[in-house]
């Protein structure tokens, strides 16, 4: 106990407050002895230029700072700023469900109110009909354990699959079919995942706030979204 309330007073003195925060060509380092600033501002190396303009640091660094630093989570992020994180974070690498951890970390603790952020991917269908080819079964995600197989049609996400379209849902006690997965959910978007005209599943966003996503939302998701499935490769999976 003691050593936990200690490292959380450790934590806390190390905590910088937005109007501390350093520009964003510069990374923050302790002071040096006798320095009179409390922190020390010094330039990054030519070997993290790319990351430090968006906020990362390369995988190679050997200097103890943490590999992505990502903003605190936000009421209206900065989507210009997620998506260059996200491109930052996915360079180099196709893999589908390493891409969709990624990027479900990302969107959740990067988003304020979500209480859950994650896919669905299409699988064959259990009781595979010409209309209803495939299920969408449980991906990457983050947050509570959740339903773990959705028939097309059924609930926000078989919808949104089925339609090809983004609901964004203010209340979802309001919508007919409603999946509740979490009880604490009340509000939720889910955008399909398309490419190349092809199904491959959903991305599912939940909040325990009424109305919490806005029309901006859904255009930073939706464009967050367009990259994700740009830099991914989705050949392993049945598509409708
Ligand atoms: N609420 C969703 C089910 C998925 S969970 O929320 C994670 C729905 O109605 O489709």
């Known amino acids: 106990m003691a050593n936990k309330a200690l490292a959380t007073r450790q934590r806390m003195r190390h905590r910088v407050e937005p109007s501390q925060q ?25 070997s993290k230029i790319s990351a430090l303009l968006t906020g990362f640091h390369s995988p190679s660094s050997t200097t103890g ?11 209206k992020p900065d989507y210009d700023l997620l998506n260059k994180q996200l491109a930052s974070i996915l360079d180099g690498e196709r893999a589908l469900m390493t891409n969709a951890a990624q990027f479900s970390a990302l969107i959740f603790n990067s988003i304020s109110d979500l209480n859950w952020a994650g896919f669905y991917f299409c699988t064959e269908a259990k009781t595979a009909t010409q209309e209803k080819p495939c299920d969408l079964l ?37 919508f007919p079919g ?3 997965c979490d009880s604490a959910s009340n509000s939720e978007i889910v955008i399909p995942v398309i490419k190349d005209g092809k199904l491959y599943g959903v991305l599912d966003i939940d909040s325990p706030r009424l109305a919490r996503f806005s029309s901006d939302d859904q255009t930073g998701l939706e464009t967050m979204l367009a990259s994700f499935i740009a830099a991914t490769d989705f050949s392993a999976l049945p598509s409708i």
């Open 178 to 180: 409603h999946i509740a």
């Open 22 to 46: 350093a520009p964003r060509h510069y990374v923050a380092r302790p002071a040096q002895k006798n320095h009179p600033a409390a922190t020390r501002l010094i330039p990054s190396t030519v």
């Open 138 to 174: 449980l991906g990457a995600f983050q947050g509570k354990v959740a339903c773990v197989r959705i028939p097309l049609g059924r609930g926000v996400c078989g919808s949104a699959a089925q339609e090809r379209k983004t609901f964004l849902v203010p209340d979802v006690h309001a």
């Open 65 to 75: 700072t943490p590999m992505f630093e990502t903003s605190a989570a936000s009421d």
